[in-house]
Structure formats: structure tokens, C-alpha cells
């Protein structure tokens, strides 16, 4: 298995995007020439930077995807979201599909690089970057080798927003009953609050409560491997994995689900309801080995696309 390589944050880039507006980003590479194949990755919710890996230690996920495959031999590109460090706009007025439209805008601009193969580029994204790596899955077939989501939701804002809070009720230890008076409540109000920004965007959130990816992830074209956290309050495992699997079973591509261990949203190793304060900040090994093999089954792939399986084995082992 090979582990983590020690990288740097890489060359800074610009891109320039269909509406005008210039995204920042950062290319790490492999050692020697090139040309490599690429791993575009996408950003999860909020408007936090990726820099923070590289300049606080407890900060870790983007830096141990990037290092994973640039020692896997892939260069690997951040992408700033609209209006955070240099990106200019702002990410607060965007839909998923707005912005997986700047990622395939950046991956077209990639492919223009002599020190990248045109036609082996995979995308990962984690959280809400899941979803959108499910869209451009989906929407943009002909452009992306594999995509890679991790602790990805498949299932709609409104759903994992309750899920999310519900759970957080539950870890503390809040009356079953009132939890399950709340969960429905908040359906309600998010499903009013859906209705009324149809007609008019009211706040970042009306700008994506409609989504729900049940509706793209059957449609989804480009070979895709899913990452799960058994201990996951974010992107619950038993409402998410078997989903996948379900929606996942007839599309005409290869496919991978894999479920890590005794791990949080950020694949940290943690019980259930344990917050960052009562753990190790840093990855579980058996995300590192999976993440190794996500690598190795992207350079698999061929454009025959014949055996649609998944495995089955539910869990990783540590080793």
C-alpha cells in the first residue's frame, strides 16, 4: 500500500470561468515530467479554504487525498469555491449545478496543459463536494475518468439537514420522542421555506434546498467510487449507503462503495457520537488504504466499461 507522500500546497493557478469570474488554485504533481493524469478536487460546504491543511495540523482531509494520489502518480488540482482566498464572486449565490458547471469550466482549462493527459482527469469532492461530484458524474460524462465521492450525500438538503440536526439531538442524549416531534417540524419548515424560494432566493440556502440527488444519481455515466463513515452524524451510513446501492445497481458504468470503520464525517477514527475534542485528529489508516485503492481502480479503467459490480464487502479492513 503506498502511504501519505509529503506535498506541497503546488504551482498557483487562475481560472477563468464562463460568466467571467476568475477562480484560484493550486496544482501539486508528481515527481518527473509528466505528462500525468489528474484529480480535480471539490471543495464541501461552507467558506473554508484548503490551505488550512497545509498551515494547521488538525486540519487534515484535503492534504491526505492530495498526497495519496500524487504518490499514486496523478497531479492533483484545489479549486478554490467562488469568493473564498483569490476566487472572485461568491459561492453564497450558487447553486450545485452552477458549481459543477466552474469545475467542468477549470477541467477544460486543464486539458489544454502539456503536463496533463487530456483524457485521464478524475474528480473527488467530500461532503457537499460529493454532490457535485455526483452532478458532474452525471452531466458530464465524456470529460471525467472517475469520479470519487466521500461521506457524499444521495439523498436531498432538506433530508440530510434533519438527519444531520437529529442526530445531534440524539447524541445528546434528547428525549426520543421530542427528537421525532423536531425531525418533523423542521421537514415542515424546510419544505415552506423550499416552496417560497421558488419564487424568490432568500439567503444562501434557497439557493440549493431544492436539490435532492436521487434524481442524478441514477443517471450517473462516469465510473464512481463512494466513501462512506460508519460513524457518520453528517451523511448518516443507514440512510445513505444502502440508497446508493439501490440507485447505483442499474447504471451502465463501473461502480465501487466502500464503508470505513469506527470512523466520523471527516473518516477520523471516533465512536458514534464523540466530538473532535475526545479524539486523534488524522485519518484512519483504512481510509488511506482505500483512498490507494480508489487510485488503482481509476488507472483500471478502460473506455469498455463491461463489468458494473460492486464489491461485496461491506467494510474495510485495517492493515
Not at 500525468?36 to 482531509?61: A, Q, R
Not at 444521495?154 to 433530508?159: F, G, N, Q, T
Not at 418533523?184 to 440549493?208: A, E, P, Q, V
Not at 464503508?259 to 484512519?284: D, M, R, V, Y
Request: aromatic share 10%.
Amino acid at each position: 500500500m503506498i502511504g501519505l507522500a509529503k506535498v506541497q500546497i503546488g504551482e498557483k493557478l487562475n481560472f477563468e470561468v464562463r460568466d467571467g469570474v476568475s477562480l484560484e488554485g493550486n496544482l501539486l504533481k508528481p515527481k518527473g515530467n509528466g505528462p500525468y493524469p489528474l484529480v480535480v478536487f471539490v471543495m464541501g460546504s461552507g467558506g473554508e479554504t484548503y490551505k488550512i491543511d497545509w498551515e494547521h495540523e488538525n486540519f487534515y482531509l484535503c492534504r491526505t487525498i492530495a498526497s495519496v494520489c500524487v504518490a499514486n502518480g496523478f497531479a492533483f488540482l484545489l479549486v478554490e469555491k467562488r469568493g473564498v482566498e483569490g476566487s472572485g464572486g461568491t459561492w453564497m449565490k450558487q447553486t450545485f449545478e452552477g458549481r459543477a458547471d466552474d469545475i467542468y469550466d477549470v477541467i477544460q482549462s486543464m486539458k489544454t496543459r502539456e503536463d496533463i493527459i487530456s483524457d485521464k482527469i478524475s474528480v473527488a469532492g467530500q461532503s457537499q463536494g460529493g454532490w457535485i461530484v455526483q452532478l458532474l458524474a452525471a452531466k458530464y460524462p465524456n470529460e471525467i475518468t472517475s469520479a470519487l465521492s466521500t461521506a457524499g450525500p444521495v439523498y436531498s438538503v432538506i433530508e440530510q439537514i434533519v438527519d444531520s440536526q437529529t442526530l445531534m439531538w440524539t447524541g445528546k442524549n434528547v428525549n426520543p420522542i421530542l427528537i421525532g416531534i423536531g425531525g418533523k417540524l423542521l421537514t415542515c419548515i424546510f419544505n415552506i421555506y423550499k416552496k417560497f424560494s421558488s419564487l424568490k432566493r432568500m439567503g444562501y440556502l434557497s439557493y440549493i434546498i431544492d436539490y435532492d440527488a436521487r434524481t442524478i444519481v441514477p443517471e450517473i455515466k462516469t465510473p464512481i467510487f463512494m466513501i462512506f463513515a460508519e460513524n457518520d452524524i453528517s451523511v448518516p451510513l443507514e440512510k445513505n449507503e444502502p440508497l446508493a446501492r439501490k440507485m447505483l445497481s442499474n447504471v451502465q458504468v463501473p461502480y465501487q462503495i466502500r464503508i470505513i470503520p469506527k470512523t466520523n464525517h471527516g473518516f477520523a477514527l471516533s465512536e458514534k457520537f464523540q466530538s473532535w475534542s475526545e479524539i486523534k485528529s488524522a485519518p484512519a489508516p483504512a481510509f488511506i488504504e482505500t483512498l490507494n485503492e480508489f487510485c488503482t481502480w481509476t488507472k483500471s479503467l478502460t473506455n469498455q466499461y463491461v463489468d458494473c459490480s460492486i464489491s461485496d464487502e461491506l467494510f474495510v479492513k485495517k492493515g
